[in-house]
């Protein structure tokens, strides 16, 4: 508690009605010098410091819920792409392996064969690595 400053004659010089509430583990702090009473304004004080402790939550939830959101969307940007149709070429590109073919009405219509080979090549030449990497060779 402390004197409220500002006109209200006498008795402000008088009592401590002043009350300053601060949460210890964040450092957030409310004041309240509005009423007369001491026990009026810590209520109002912790009622406001209620709130701030409520959107300092909820802001930092949101935050959060961006940031993993962002990570999960991506940027859109064409090193995120797995794979590219395009009609007027006739062409298929295959980002994650850079293979390029140029039938890409024979896979839409299901010749899906060497794609899928050369899917499992690759798989199985990554997995190759990832197997001399973890026996050091």
Known sequence: TYRASGAGGQHINKTDSAVRVTHLPTGI?????D?????SNKAKALQVLTARLQEK?????????????KGLIGSGDRSDRIRTYNFPQGRITDHRINLT???????MEGDLDEMVHALQVARGTELLAELEQRNGT
């Open 29 to 33: 702090t409310a004041e309240c010098q």
């Open 35 to 39: 009423g007369r009473s001491q026990h």
């Open 57 to 69: 939550d909820r802001s930092e939830r949101a935050a959060k819920e961006a940031a993993t959101r």
């Open 101 to 107: 073919l140029y039938k890409v009405l024979q896979v």
